[in-house]
């Protein structure tokens, strides 16, 4: 199980991360980027807590299909000390609809992850998102709720929620599964 955070689920520290972990969440998933020049201001603050805390922890980018992006996201997962296999691949959210040549600038995003850390990064996306799209190689992180299982067959990830509940936290919080146990998300780590 896990979840993914962004600035406005509140102030974190290292002992909130722990928590989390001890609840049964063995990774998160926490926003760093969105278009081309916005960093969420608690992202760096949460990777890195979340990290320590010992999570598996990744970071995400909200796509707009504008210049700079892949840029932009670089240069947050570069602050953070990302490395390929010891944190979670990078994603990318991609939730608007009509971006124009959406495809094309999806791969090209999806081409600069994977050149410049040697992993095929994650999609996130909800099933209608998806249609039409023709993109190169990418873990997919589906997000679809109120349903037993996803509608999509070649999950990693999934979002079922965005109404989840943490004992000791007040709101609610998206949650994730892996399509596998903790110990297949760490040798998926291993080899992704």
Same mark, same amino acid.
């Given at each position: ?11 974190? /520290?290292?002992?909130?991360?722990? $928590? ?12 760093? /980027? ?7 201001? &608690? ?25 700079? +992006? ?24 991609? +939730?608007?609809?009509?971006? +124009?040549?959406?495809?094309? $600038? ?7 992850? $994977?050149? $410049? ?30 349903? !037993? ?11 079922? /929620?965005?109404?989840? &509940? ?16 903790? !110990? ?6 291993? /080899?992704?």
């Amino acid at each position: 199980m896990g979840l993914d955070i962004y600035h406005g689920d509140g102030e974190f /520290t290292l002992r909130d991360f722990q $928590k989390f972990k001890k609840s049964g969440h063995s990774f998160i998933f926490v926003k760093g /980027t969105e278009g081309a020049i916005y960093t969420d201001p &608690k992202g760096e603050s949460n990777f890195k807590l979340a990290f320590k805390a010992g999570m598996l922890v990744g970071a995400y980018h909200f796509f707009k299909g504008v210049d700079g +992006e892949e840029e932009n996201f670089i240069k947050f997962l570069s602050n953070v000390g990302y490395e390929a296999h010891k944190h979670l691949p990078p994603v990318i959210d991609y +939730e608007v609809h009509g971006i +124009e040549d959406v495809n094309a $600038k999806l791969t090209k995003f999806i081409l600069a992850l $994977k050149n $410049k850390y040697k992993v095929s990064p994650i999609l996130y996306a909800s099933p209608s998102i998806l249609e039409g799209l023709n993109l190169p190689y990418y873990h997919l992180w589906i997000a679809e709720y109120e349903v !037993q299982k996803p509608s999509v067959s070649n999950w990693a990830f999934w979002q079922y /929620t965005d109404l989840g &509940k943490i004992p000791g936290y007040e709101g609610n919080f998206d949650l994730d599964r892996f399509y596998g146990s903790e !110990q297949v998300l760490v040798e998926w780590l291993r /080899t992704n």
